[in-house]
């Protein structure tokens, strides 16, 4: 089922961006910070390259008079490459680590039903480029894990307009959490996929705004609360699954001039299975911007 989700997903999106008739939004973002320093320089700071490459896409189109479709595509991978001293006091350059690492697709049809909410349902895929947390037993993993989720409830969109676009929906969801070669044995390497499923209540809202002084910039956010009401695995796990967990990602892309652009990136976590404080994260950069549409 998830791997036919999955083909399905991937087949949606790419036949979307080479139809005829989608109105299609894609943005494309490179950032890079890097510093350096002379051998004979007086202090402790070391060089560091820290680089960002993002692409933001989406393409909707009204299928038929009562049925909407609207699908997004969200990719992002960078990596900071630090410089550290021996103990001889020679400089040298470290494995490159991971700073971001995203892949978020997902397919909203819509039902246009000229109601106060139309009804909705829609397929999304979670996951990550490169799995790193069995690294230390050569166990690295593409695309892993995966998270699907399947939701269907109602919809309704308060402001759609060339500058503005705010929607939010509300609905029952079925999730899948899928890990695939995870290590069951560390002595004879054995290795299994291993999946737990829950189900509960999603709300999502989102909003794009067009900002045309003093500079052209383009602000996204979404937030998603999503309350758990079973778990395939309640007798295995303590009572966190119950908790609700949160996201709320904000963007803002600034147009400098040319392909320059300055972009901010805010986020905040909440996943008490994972932590029991709430997690942010917070990046600012300098980079080339392109849109394809």
Known sequence: MKKHLLLITLITLALTLSAQGWEVDADMNLTLSQSAFSDNWVGTE???????????TSAQKQMKDWLHNRNTMKLAFGQTHLQKKDAMGKK???????STDKI????LWRFTLQTWVDPFVAGRLESQFLDLSEEAFDNTRFVNPMLFTESAG???????SDQMLFNSRFGAALRQNVNRDHITDFITMEKETSSTMDGGLEFVGELKKQINAPLQSTFRSRLQVYQALFNSKSDELNEDWKSPDLVWENTLSTQLFGMLSANLLFEMRYDKEQVHEMQWKQMLGLGLSYTLF
């Open 46 to 56: 070391l060089s560091n390259i820290t680089w960002l490459a993002s692409a933001n």
């Open 92 to 98: 040298y350059w470290e494995e490159p680590e991971k």
């Open 104 to 107: 978020d697709l997902e397919s």
């Open 154 to 160: 109602v919809m309704r969109t308060f402001i759609d």
